[in-house]
């Protein structure tokens, strides 16, 4: 097949050809924007699941629904080690630019706000604040959006955001990636903030993404979040959601799988979206001719599994110390141990075991491990990666330091 027509895009956050099985999610929003639009009170959206399910393409999606819409819209990624105050006011910046209001004084003042907003960060250098703007050239407003309380300053912040958006028809999305690696701080101001403006009726919402533990990070900050944001799981894709993904991009380019060929495509995927397109574009490249065989997909499974290994796996393994390193793998023996798939959870007492030690003297290990993502706790006692098949890829390829 040649490899300049391969349709399929294995890559972080990249849209694939075929959006499938997200239909769902897609309808469920545009009925959000529609009664925000018309007034009507709406609950912001938060996705989660784990990595490599599409949680950022959806995302991206959501927020290009809300442009077509004439919303304004800004994206963030949040990082452990960066607080909430620059990254949404420039994200803010951005959806203000996007209304397109036509009173430039009222949107001189709102972007004054944010600037004060985003210089008022508490132990910053005062330099550095002087000189930092999202690129804003108003001079900063005082005595709104910065107290320093970044709970009180960021409602403040939000309302004069929505009245602006409110006055021309608007809405304002803030789209938030990662977001369970928000500080405990930014996360308590972000739910008081999104309950502050739904009870306002404010036309502002936030849509985050994150990893599946993120529900209980915003529980644990306040506790009507389980209230305050519809929660969405994104998970692998159905046989038929699968089948799509693939068949709809070779169809663009007059090809097609057979029935077997696509069997195998799903038990070597296991219905998840980055899979699929790793190894869609491994079996475009090997497969002679059109129909695509199960026989095609054996071939070019190795090269896939490769890719993977490299680009998927090894680079979150590789973050991991030796020690992090042993307990990752020893997650995996535990869960294959108790006959449990290696993608599941598994009791922390059950790793303890299978390392000879003390459930207690793994815990920086474990915390470590959280810290980096590369596993979660959805449960008290009970552990799983946030990666799909990364069991498998630790018994299969890495060895314990």
Partial sequence: MDP????YAPGAGQRPPELAGRDEQLRAFDVVLERVARGRPE???????????????????????????????????????????????????QAIRELGHPEQDQVDQVLGVLRAFAQREAGADAK??????????????????????????????????????????????????????????????????????SQSGLPVIVVGAGLPHL?????????YSERLFSYQRIDRLSRDAADRALCAPAAEEDAEFTDDGLAAMYAATGGYPY???????????????????????????PEAERELAVGFFGSRYERATPGERDYLCAMADAAADRGEDPVGAVATADVAAVLGKKPQSLSPARDALLKKGLIYSGERGRIAF???????????HADPA
């Fill in 4 to 7: 300049v027509r391969n349709p």
């Fill in 43 to 93: 609950r912001s959206l938060v996705l989660t699941g784990l990595r490599g399910v599409g949680k950022t393409v959806l995302l991206n999606a959501l927020r290009s629904a809300a442009v077509r819409r004439g919303w304004g819209t800004g994206k963030l990624e949040a990082r452990p080690e960066q607080g909430l105050r620059r990254p949404l006011s420039s994200a803010l910046h």
């Fill in 128 to 197: 550095l604040k002087d000189r930092w703007s999202p690129g804003i050239d108003v001079p900063a407003v005082r005595g709104r959006a910065d107290s320093g309380d970044i709970e009180i300053d960021l409602v403040e912040l939000l309302t004069d955001v929505g009245g602006l958006a409110s006055d021309v028809g608007k809405g304002v999305g803030v789209f938030i990636d990662e977001m369970q690696d928000l500080g405990p701080a930014d996360v308590s101001a972000l739910c008081a903030a999104c309950h502050e403006i």
């Fill in 215 to 223: 529900p209980a990070v915003l529980s644990a900050s306040k506790s």
């Fill in 275 to 301: 899979f699929i397109q790793a190894y869609g574009k491994a079996v475009w490249d090997h497969a002679p001719r059109s129909p695509i065989s199960a026989n095609d997909v054996a071939v070019a499974a």
């Fill in 386 to 396: 946030t990666v799909p098949h990364f069991g498998r890829y630790l018994r299969d």
